[in-house]
């Protein structure tokens, strides 16, 4: 499809396991946008690359947290030793090029269930 | 702290009505402006958006009202359908140059059009 994909769509886990969370974004878009959404909250940045750098990672919440991407395409976000507050959707956009006028297309979601 | 502040968690109106959605921030360095639009299990979709150096905007029956010395601005929908029906988040971003575009997030607003 044309749109931002994420898998899995859902995954539930126990507590201790570690998680990989893929987003594959729309061709041709350089920037790429990791937040979460915890329940009842509103969307809460974790990451930004453009490219394949991150020049911020000021909202991952913990070293628990890392991120990459490879080829200016494909990223992933691995949570290790997963914990209960890890609880929420984790949504991924893009966008062609890095810059607030330049609206963010989101995928639609991984809702991720700590046991 | 929240930077990003919708304080009304829903709202009800009559279809043909116009619905407001209300967001407040704090940070006097967001200069960018976004109203993102998202239904049940799918990812938000951008709306709208307006720079700090514009106080309307409008598109079709959408248009943002931005009021900086008040730090507050609204989203205005008219008239109002049943398929408005969804949570309306309110995303502000800080000048980063042109490659950047971290989104700060309100808590998000429940429209609710009833036939």
């Known amino acids: 499809g044309a749109g931002v994909s994420q898998s899995p769509s859902n995954k539930v886990t126990e507590k201790g396991k570690d998680v990989e969370l893929r987003c594959d974004p729309i061709s041709g878009h350089t920037a790429l946008y990791w937040y979460r959404q915890s329940l009842g909250q509103g969307l809460e940045f974790l990451i930004y690359?453009?490219?394949?750098?991150?020049?911020?990672k000021s909202g991952l919440p913990s070293d628990r947290f890392s991120a990459e991407r490879t080829g200016g395409s494909v990223s992933t976000l691995t949570i290790q030793r997963t914990q209960q507050e890890d609880s929420a959707v984790y949504l991924c956009?893009?966008?062609?090029?890095?810059?607030?006028?330049?609206?963010?297309?989101f995928g639609d979601g991984t809702r991720l269930s700590i046991l | 702290d929240q930077q990003v502040k919708q304080n009304s968690p829903s709202l009800s109106v009559q279809e043909g009505r116009i619905s407001i959605l209300n967001c407040d921030y704090t940070n006097s360095m967001f200069d960018y402006f976004l109203w993102y639009k998202k239904y049940p299990a799918e990812g938000p979709t951008f709306l709208i958006s307006?720079?700090?150096?514009?106080d309307k905007n409008e598109d079709g029956r959408f248009t943002v009202f931005l009021n900086k010395s008040a730090k507050h601005l609204s989203l205005h929908i008219v008239p109002s359908q049943p398929g408005d029906s969804a949570v309306y988040f309110c995303a502000a971003s800080t000048p980063g140059g042109t490659s950047y575009g971290k989104l700060t997030f309100g808590q998000g607003t429940i429209l609710t059009v009833h036939p």
């Open positions: 307006i720079s700090s150096i514009k």
């Open positions: 956009a893009s966008s062609p090029r890095g810059g607030a006028n330049q609206p963010q297309h």
């Open positions: 690359f453009q490219g394949n750098s991150a020049p911020d």
